[in-house]
């Protein structure tokens, strides 16, 4: 294990008890090597306690590149607004 990861573990005061398993498998779920399930699996954990474990380490993380969620706001918009012109048309009528 790195010097530098060391101190991270060192550092960080993190309810998990095997902080080296921990940054090993956090390591592999931010090069992408595994998924958040395959993770939370290898930690003996939920996925939302995941979830919850990355945002205590202050660790930003999306399964979603930027190309995705542009385009899963684009069908959120064309969505939305289709609802909302049935909603207008409806009303008006």
Do not use: C, H
């Amino acid at each position: 294990m790195s010097i530098e990861l060391k101190k991270v573990i060192e550092r960080e005061r993190v309810s998990y008890p095997d902080k080296e398993k921990l940054f090993m498998v956090l390591g592999l779920l931010l090069s992408g090597r595994i998924s958040t399930g395959k993770a939370a699996e290898l930690l003996s954990m939920r996925v939302d306690e995941l979830w919850l474990l990355l945002r205590e380490l202050g660790i930003k993380y999306s399964i979603m590149d930027e190309e995705e969620v542009e385009e899963e706001l684009d069908a959120y918009r064309s969505i939305f607004k289709s609802s909302t012109q049935y909603v207008s048309n409806y009303s008006a009528s």
